[in-house]
């Protein structure tokens, strides 16, 4: 049953909403676009204006033979008003797209009201509405009482505020002659790579983090952390042994070098079956950056590491997508809500609006009964969908856009020019979809 003349309701002006209202319009369909600023504000915002920038004017690299100008490009090959927007707003940055933030906002709003089928609605929406094609694109700050209706509808154990994430980096740049696999007592397979630190190693790395510079929270994200969760340095602030004794213990794991128990031990777990990323297990952190790289480069093997993810503590409203989701971003239980932006399980501003640009297309899909087709997974886009749909439910995390989470190459490829194959592969693969897309525009 085709419902093109159907109204869709996007709930959010922010990059993802914009974008998936943008991508309907383009196609005809008629669109209410519910955005509660100026009316109300979250405690981030503070421009009346859509697609408000709030944390950096930078958009990152946008170079094709990284992940996130890869992802650029083929949005900006999929006719994506945030991209556009932003070619056009912006200023000099070497090899990164950063805009002027205020004339990239004014810009996606004046070209989204010179559309004669959007509805602009100011004010506040507190719940999901019951009927019709619904996009939720709400980001990382839903307010409260539009997040007790996600709530309901996704069930409450789903729906997470805060992010307590540990850094995950490239498997090829972990030492192996400083690591070894093992699980603790020898229990199944060796799925964890061990790195061990001596007293004199472990101690002059609890001092670096103790003494560390953390990243100032917003008055809005003062934490109060569980237990289990508490950032590394937190920890480590309790007393020199505490990380030996907490997420560094090194009991059951016996150094085949040396033959004994090390004094701490810091483990990295698989986030894919391939081994292209291994997380830092136990240690989100609210250190910088460039701490991060600093300090947990002491950590023996990872003298050279390469971080495809750095930890954090922050809130963040998100769902357990691979739980929630379908690949078209649906609701399982309710094929007519879409869910786009942060909210999905997407770090970054150029990951949310790359959601709301699939979102949109598939909303568009569905309103003319045509098949819902998500993007493919050697595709930035689809790798994406991918991380979403795949990932372990049980511990998911959201994650920006990295190499790590495409299919790897065919064959033994220098890493200086990987970048580049993946996205000639991730763009032949984008031209044929486009084409199955075209059908059933």
């Given at each position: ?12 002006g ?6 998936a209202a ?12 519910c955005?509660?600023k100026?009316?109300?504000f ?9 697609a408000?920038?709030?944390?950096s004017n ?6 094709p ?12 090959r ?19 797209l950063a805009?002027?933030?205020t ?8 070209r989204?009201a010179?559309q004669?089928n959007?509805?602009l609605?100011?004010?506040e ?5 019951a ?10 700050l ?5 997040a ?8 409450g ?14 498997g090829?740049?972990?030492?192996p ?9 020898g ?10 630190m ?9 001092q ?6 953390e990243?100032?929270l ?7 952390c569980?237990?289990g969760c ?7 602030r ?14 059951g794991?016996?150094?085949?070098r ?27 952190t ?5 701490e ?8 023996p ?6 971080f ?15 739980a929630l989701?379908t ?38 899909r569905l309103?003319?009964?045509?098949e819902?087709l ?7 886009l ?5 991380h ?26 220098r890493?200086k ?11 032949e693969?984008?031209a044929?979809w ?8």
């Open positions: 049953m085709t419902l093109q003349n159907e109204v869709v309701t996007v709930i959010g922010g990059l993802a909403g914009c974008e943008w991508q309907l319009l383009r196609r005809d369909h008629r669109v209410r676009l955005e509660m100026p009316l109300g979250s405690p981030a915002h503070k421009s009346p204006l859509l408000e920038l709030v944390c930078s958009l990152r690299s946008n170079t033979d990284n992940a996130v100008g890869l992802l650029k490009e083929e949005m900006r999929l006719d994506s008003l945030i991209m556009a927007a932003a070619d056009a707003t912006a200023v000099p940055a070497g090899k990164a805009v002027d933030r004339a990239f906002s004014r810009l996606v709003e004046e989204l010179a004669p959007l509805e609605i100011r004010g929406v507190t719940e999901i509405p009927e019709g094609i619904v996009i939720c694109a709400t980001g990382p839903t307010s409260d009482p539009l007790r209706s996600i709530g309901t509808l996704t069930g154990e789903y729906l997470y505020f805060y992010d307590a994430i540990s850094p995950i980096v490239e090829e740049s972990i030492d002659e400083r690591v070894f696999a093992a699980s603790r007592y229990h199944g397979e060796a799925d964890y790579l061990n790195c061990p001596d007293r004199e190693t472990y101690e002059r790395f609890w670096a983090l103790t003494e560390a510079q990243v100032p917003h008055s809005f994200e003062a934490l109060k569980f237990e508490l950032p590394v340095e937190v920890i480590a309790r007393g020199i042994e505490t990380l030996s004794h907490g997420p560094m213990k090194p009991v794991l016996t150094d085949p040396t033959g004994r128990q090390p004094h701490a031990v810091v483990q990295l777990r698989r986030e894919d079956k391939a081994g292209v990323l291994y997380n830092i297990v136990g240690f989100q609210k250190l910088t950056w460039p991060q790289r600093r300090i947990f480069r002491m950590i093997g990872l003298e050279q590491a390469a495809a993810r750095y930890g954090s503590v922050h809130r963040n409203t998100f769902l357990n997508a691979p989701l690949a078209a971003l649906q609701l399982r239980s309710r094929p007519d809500l879409f869910f786009a932006g942060q909210i999905t399980g997407v770090e970054g501003y150029v990951e949310s609006a790359a959601m709301g640009l699939l979102a949109g297309v598939n909303a568009s309103c003319r009964g045509r819902l998500p993007p493919p997974p050697a595709t930035a689809g790798a994406l969908v991918g979403i749909q795949h990932a372990d439910r049980k511990s998911f995390q959201p994650m920006n856009v990295t190499f790590g989470l495409f299919p790897p190459l065919a064959g033994r490829i890493k020019d990987r970048g580049l194959q993946y996205a000639h592969r991730a763009l693969l984008l044929a486009q084409e199955r897309l075209a059908e059933g525009d």
